[in-house]
């Protein structure tokens, strides 16, 4: 039964992911992958809410597996950012490509502490 949950959330994050990716992408003229480094940083945002919430308990794990496994991740992607950063670095834009790595785990990280420390104020 808990695999339904992980599809349930799969079936909202894969589509979330690519609306936000072409909406992000569509208004940026630039080769740095802002689509797939918005739904990254959020799902990283979510996902320490998520983890927050649960030490709190206020969060168990049928809706870990609905919003952190299934949501997070199909709304996440790292082959893609991996891919995007790859070529990038093969067609010279070696700058954006080192951004991109540096500017995702900064981020990402910075959300996922951002998370965690909102849903401690929340149900601390």
Not at 4 to 23: E, N
Not at 39 to 47: F, I, K, S, T, Y
Not at 82 to 111: D, K, M, Q
Request: hydrophobic share 55%.
């Amino acid at each position: 039964m808990n695999w339904l949950l992980v599809v349930a959330g799969a079936m909202v994050g894969a589509p979330l992911r690519y609306l936000t990716d072409r909406a992000v992408q569509s208004r940026h003229d630039s080769v740095f992958p802002w689509g797939t480094f918005v739904v990254n940083v959020v799902g990283c945002l979510v996902l320490g809410l998520l983890t927050g919430a649960a030490v709190a308990g206020a969060a168990g794990s049928r809706l870990q597996l609905l919003l952190g496994t299934g949501l997070c991740g199909a709304l996440t992607t790292y082959s893609t950012f991996s891919y995007e950063t790859l070529r990038l670095a093969e067609t010279g834009a070696r700058l954006h490509a080192a951004a991109n790595v540096v500017a995702s785990v900064a981020a990402g990280l910075g959300a996922a502490f951002a998370g965690v420390t909102l849903a401690e104020a929340l149900w601390a």
